[in-house]
């Protein structure tokens, strides 16, 4: 074999060697990633053989909702509700996290509430975004989605072993979203009696954390709220309000906000306002989507998937 | 060989696996499900371990620069995820602790050993090894 330096200053068997080096390297990456999804593959299949809880968030349909960034968003949200149909599997219920409609009409309501009749599972629970309550104090959102809540449409509720609260944070609101007394009792006494490993999830139209209080994406006494879940292992909120995918982990407590079937608003900051964004023709549905949720026995952290609208 | 160049070898490769150690277990234990952020922790975790094992077994300078890159783009990642969000996905503090706080330690001492040996060689050394 040749010896000779090459115009870099390398001699052929030096490159073969480094090239050897550098492929040891590629097999031994791939082989300890083969190893680690392996590892993880195993813990999947020992414990979500069938996960013990399967359900689907879709947020923010603004049924009512004109305007060029989306001039049909009844059709976009039929989509979302066609592909959570055929995701394959019932989903054991359906989380709408809020702005159902865009301006609270009995019509909107009706339209939406005939609307999600569609979706093929046993279901759907809803909590209110501020444009399902902006002239009566979420009334008309009560009548259409409230039987069975307390106080202003909260509510909670145990699935396979899951603890889940829908919270409204979208009324008495100031700029960022709002708890209330009557609503941080109900969650202190409603998870008093659980133990520390049951997992907890709960949803809300705006952020229970700080995503951009500028824009009024946050709520003012959500500290108070967490502070009643922090001896809880595993506490998953779910929220919508901010149209875009965004996850954030506090101590136990994960945060992912969820997109929209509607339209798009702007990153955290970029412009004066979260106004609907207009995409370039054909982008709309990238932003626009769905989200699977499943939970494990055993396991700490839920898993989420956020499919595109297609 | 000195001792000190093998110290400083085993060293490096353990400082290297545990940074990958920690981010392949984060990536068992859940963080498979955050979109672009599990892939990048089985990357990171594949990838640290593999150099671990090369540049304990000798491999030549070029992957101990690799290392360092890795390790300072890590750096870079976490600090993102504490501050702007990192594809969306932000996380406060150390946590999960104490992952977060061993895996920094270890990039960083990754860096300082890397840097050690390009500074304590002779700048003829630094050529590539034969």
Redesign the interface.
């Known amino acids: 074999m040749s010896t000779e330096h090459d115009p870099a200053g390398m001699t052929r068997r030096q490159l073969i060697r480094h090239s050897a080096w550098f492929g040891a390297a590629v097999v031994l990456t791939v082989a300890g990633g083969e190893v680690i999804s392996h590892i993880a593959g195993s813990a999947d299949a020992a414990q979500t053989a069938k996960p013990a809880l399967r359900f689907a968030q879709i947020s923010d349909s603004h049924i009512g909702f004109n305007g060029p960034a989306n001039p049909n968003v009844a059709d976009t949200f039929n989509q979302a509700i066609g592909q959570i149909n055929g995701l394959g599997f019932t989903p054991d219920f359906v989380i709408h996290t809020g702005d159902l409609t865009h301006l609270a009409t009995p019509a909107q309501f009706d339209q939406v509430k005939q609307m999600l009749t569609d979706l093929n599972t046993p279901h759907v629970f809803t909590v209110p975004g501020e444009h399902d309550s902006t002239d009566d104090a979420g009334q008309k959102y009560r009548q259409a989605f409230g039987a069975g809540t307390r106080g202003d449409g909260w509510y909670s509720f145990d699935i396979a072993g899951v603890h889940l609260i829908g919270l409204v944070n979208t009324l008495n609101l100031k700029k960022l979203g709002h708890l209330g007394a009557d609503q941080l009792e109900f969650i202190e006494k409603d998870v008093a009696g659980l133990p520390n490993d049951t997992p907890i999830i709960v949803f809300s139209h705006i952020p229970l954390f700080a995503m951009y209080p500028d824009w009024g994406w946050g709520t003012d006494d959500a500290a108070q709220a967490l502070s009643y879940l922090k001896r809880f292992s595993s506490v998953t909120c779910l929220n919508g309000h901010v149209h875009q995918l965004f996850s954030k982990t506090e101590g136990n407590v994960t945060f992912y906000s969820a997109t929209t079937t509607a339209y798009p608003l702007p990153a955290p900051g970029q412009g004066p306002a979260p106004k609907p964004m207009t995409l370039p023709a054909g982008k709309l549905h990238d932003a626009l989507g769905i989200r699977e949720v499943s939970y494990t026995k055993g396991q700490q952290a839920l898993a989420l998937k956020d499919e595109k609208l297609t | 060989m000195t001792i000190t160049d093998l110290a400083t070898r085993i060293a490096l490769s353990a400082s290297l696996a545990a940074s990958?150690v920690v981010h392949?277990y984060l990536?068992?234990?859940?963080y498979?499900?955050?979109?672009t952020i599990g892939p990048a922790f089985?990357?990171q975790?594949?990838?640290f371990?593999?150099?671990a094992?090369?540049i304990l077994v000798g491999?030549?300078g070029?992957?101990r620069l690799?290392s360092a890159i890795g390790a300072a783009g890590s750096l870079v990642a976490f600090a993102l995820s504490r501050t702007v969000?990192l594809f969306?996905?932000?996380?406060?503090g150390w946590?999960?602790a104490p992952y977060a706080m061993i895996s920094v330690i270890a990039e960083v001492l990754t860096i300082l050993l890397v840097a050690a040996t390009v500074l304590r060689r002779p700048s003829a050394d630094r050529?590539?090894a034969?």
Not at chain 2, 27 to 30: P, W
Not at chain 2, 88 to 92: S, Y
């Open positions: 990958g392949a990536y068992v234990d859940g498979r499900g955050i979109p089985l990357l975790g594949s990838a371990c593999a150099l094992v090369l491999g030549p070029w992957l690799a969000g969306g996905f932000t996380e406060t946590q999960p050529l590539p034969t």
